[in-house]
């Protein structure tokens, strides 16, 4: 699992901004940065 400080460095600002505005959950949107980053 990737550590907290590799998913909030994402530097992909679409990939952010499109978590954000869902409102993910903080699961759902760590499996969804590790599936991106995979």
């Known amino acids: 699992m990737m550590p907290a400080s590799t998913i ?3 530097d992909d600002p679409h990939f952010e901004a499109v978590t954000l505005r869902i409102r993910l959950p903080r699961r759902s949107f760590i499996a ?3 599936a991106h980053n995979a």
């Open 8 to 10: 909030t460095a994402c």
């Open 32 to 34: 969804l940065a590790e």
